[in-house]
Nanobody
Framework: QLQLVESGGGLVQPGGSLTLSCAAS????????IGWFRQAPGREREGVSC????????SHADSVKGRFTISRDNAKNTVYLQMNSLKPEDTAVYYC????????????????????????WGQGTQVTVSS
């Protein structure tokens, strides 16, 4: 069964850092585009970061650009979201998601941060940024 399992969430002070992990089981992430999304109470789910399987290129939302970094370790079949300089407004449930590159119109295109483009989702992990 295809599955994504997220971990690494928790409570952190403003200005602190956390690293989220998204481990894939039942398949290899080599040919999957991966996105990180978040949803705060009363807010719509938004795309945070994504990474291409074709060339490793990444995209980050303006709100996290320069603070968050998405990366992948194919040997561990895991994608990470390194979050630095965290702000209270970063508080949300964070989800990772995957879409097979073969399902895309152009696998060489920039990765997408639109949730409708993804097929497989993790369970989410809570990140709380507070003093």
């Amino acid at each position: 069964q295809l599955q994504l399992v997220e971990s690494g969430g928790g409570l952190v002070q403003p200005g602190g850092s956390l690293t989220l992990s998204c481990a894939a089981s039942g398949f290899s992430l080599d040919f999957w585009f991966i996105g990180w999304f978040r949803q705060a109470p009363g807010r719509e789910r938004e795309g945070v970061s994504c990474i291409s399987s074709y060339d490793g290129s990444t995209s980050h939302a303006d709100s996290v650009k320069g603070r968050f970094t998405i990366s992948r370790d194919n040997a561990k079949n895991t994608v990470y979201l390194q979050m630095n300089s965290l702000k209270p407004e970063d508080t949300a449930v964070y989800y990772c998601a995957a879409v097979g590159s073969w399902t895309l119109a152009d696998a060489r295109a920039m990765c997408s941060r639109q949730q409708g483009d993804y097929d497989l989702w993790g369970q989410g992990t809570q990140v709380t940024v507070s003093s």
